[in-house]
């Protein structure tokens, strides 16, 4: 297990659609745990592939011992149309929270690494969290929840961030498979 470098907001990978995993094979397992270390690491309650610059469609979470994991291929289903409001942040985006507005339940569909079907049915933190990693996998970020005018004071703030950097280096991996040994 390797903690990997987060990408941070300015990096294309951020904003490219993650492919889905096809795979479910050493390699995935071994994303899942560099995944899972990097998370824990930062700290953070979630992660997404992208954001350690792997595009494809994994993220793990860990809000306690309890709800703690991964999923490969979400897919998300809202059982209800009632919403919560509330701070969030992202690791991409460090030290920098704003109100944004999610479902409140989720019923999250996916795979485990070995391929196996799960179901996350989350409320609350855990439905907001299963909803930021699915946007990353979609190359959406949270600001990009928000209404016109907090989008536009988040970005200013984004931008007087000590570490945002504008001339952040591109570098985006499709699949773990190209870049052998890199998870060693
Ligand atoms: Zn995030």
């Not at 409140?104 to 969290?129: E, H």
């Not at 007087?160 to 498979?177: I, M, Q, R």
């Amino acid at each position: 297990m390797t903690v990997q470098q987060i990408r941070l907001f300015g990096d294309p990978v951020l904003r490219t659609p993650a492919d889905e995993v096809r795979d479910f094979d050493k390699e995935l397992r071994t994303l899942v745990k560099d995944l899972f270390e990097t998370m824990l690491d930062a700290p953070g309650v979630g992660l997404a592939a992208p954001q350690i610059g792997v595009g494809l469609r994994v993220f793990t979470y860990h809000l306690d011992d309890a709800e703690s994991g991964h999923l490969v291929n979400p897919l998300l289903a809202f059982p209800d149309e009632e919403e919560q409001d509330g701070p969030e942040g992202c690791l991409s985006i460090p030290g920098l929270y704003f109100d944004t507005k999610r479902r409140l339940n989720v019923v999250a569909k996916g795979f485990n690494s070995y391929g196996d079907p799960v179901q996350i049915v989350g409320t609350g933190l855990m439905a907001r969290c299963v909803q930021h990693e699915t946007d990353h996998l979609d190359g959406v970020l949270f600001i990009e929840r928000l209404d016109r005018t907090a989008r536009k004071e988040a970005l200013r703030a984004i931008r007087a961030a000590e570490w945002y950097d504008p001339s952040n280096p591109p570098l985006v991996k499709v699949s773990p498979h190209q870049t052998p040994g890199i998870f060693g």
